[in-house]
């Protein structure tokens, strides 16, 4: 993760020795990561050799395996009656040899949110997830505020924002997080989160619009729009309006918009093949669940398009993207056959 003028590999000499500021540690289950006191940051990779290892055997006779009150590992010598955060069985490594990705494909379905970022340093960027008190967006929190960054929740609960908060705080307490009201489903929540960030002055470096919902029931909001439509894109829609300056001035930047493989499954357009405006709001009578959700996708993906193509040349990019088939979340709540639906799927799916 550490630069190396940072981690001072240009000072030792043998593959093995750690470089000044390091200090390598085990898990409870055995795996060596390694710690960089000068950042504050740890991985699993040795910051020299790049190599991942793991403890062989178990501990000497005599030794116990205890954790501390912040989580930490550490050994007790009954013989000795001293205590250390030293594994005696570092001197016993085995070198982990995970296959090796092609140079086609470097990470596929089973690659983890913190794989993804191993290496990365985000200190300094600011970060707006939509939906992040649960879920795929609190994963993409907690992963990217262990990297560094600076994240805001956007939650339409504050105090669900604020549990979420409390929740990566634990993992890392120096971690830079903080929750704030959103509610998609009302485009003066919207202005008023975006009025409430500017107010803050900072820039804007990665803006994830990944709230959603799906198979709700038939509603307008208090805008007397659809409410799947206007929560999964109008919404994002506004809220990228409103920031787009911002995200300029921060370049390079970027929006990423969280769509899916059911935007293949609906049609936006009437018979004549113009946009049918309709479709995108419509009535009680002609209203679906499943293609509701599948249009608003539709609309994410056209949207990231246009917005990168207007973008781009100010340094703010633009991708959409599907998360995965099926991924067991609290995306399904509100309808029992989709609950059904999802946990018999669970076991062939991703988890969060």
């Not at 494909?105 to 300094?124: F, H, P, R, V």
């Not at 997830?129 to 879920?135: F, P």
């Not at 995200?247 to 936006?268: M, N």
């Amino acid at each position: 993760m550490a630069a190396l003028k940072y981690a001072g590999l240009e000072d030792t000499d043998s593959e093995e020795e750690l470089p000044p500021g390091w200090e390598e540690r085990t898990t409870k289950d055995g795996w060596v990561y390694y710690a960089n006191h000068l950042e504050e940051k740890t991985q699993w990779e040795h910051p020299k050799s790049g190599k991942r290892k793991r403890v062989a055997g178990d501990l000497p006779y005599g030794w116990e395996q205890e954790t501390d009150e912040n989580g930490q590992v550490y050994f007790v010598d009954h013989i000795n009656k001293r205590t250390t955060y030293l594994d005696p069985r570092l001197a016993f490594t085995v070198e982990d040899n995970p296959a090796k990705p092609t140079a086609r494909q470097k990470y596929d379905g089973n690659s983890t949110a913190m794989e993804i970022l191993q290496g990365c340093d985000l200190s300094g960027k600011v970060v707006i997830i939509t939906g992040a008190n649960s879920g795929i967006g609190f994963e993409t929190a907690k992963s990217l505020a262990l990297h560094g960054a600076y994240v805001i929740l956007a939650c339409r609960s504050l105090s669900r924002g604020s549990d979420a908060v409390q929740r990566i705080l634990g993992e890392w307490h120096k971690a830079k997080v903080e929750a704030m009201t959103l509610d998609l489903a009302s485009l003066q929540s919207v202005q008023d989160f975006a009025e409430a960030f500017k107010s803050k002055n900072l820039p804007l470096h990665i803006l994830i619009c990944n709230a959603a919902v799906f198979g709700v029931p038939w509603c307008l909001t208090e805008d007397g729009l659809e409410s799947t439509f206007q929560v999964n894109h109008l919404g994002h829609f506004y809220l990228v309006q409103l920031l787009e300056e911002v995200l300029r001035q921060s370049s390079p930047a970027r929006v990423v918009v969280v769509s899916s493989e059911s935007h293949r499954f609906t049609e936006i357009k009437d018979s004549s093949g113009k946009l049918d405006f309709s479709l995108l709001s419509p009535s009680k009578k002609e209203y679906w669940a499943m293609l509701a959700y599948n249009r608003s996708k539709l609309c994410n993906i056209l949207f990231s398009n246009e917005l990168n193509r207007r973008l781009s040349p100010h340094g703010v990019t633009s991708n959409s993207l599907h998360p995965g088939n099926m991924i067991y979340s609290s995306l399904h709540r509100n309808w029992w056959l989709y609950t059904l639906l999802f946990t018999l799927a669970r076991p062939f799916t991703k988890s969060m």
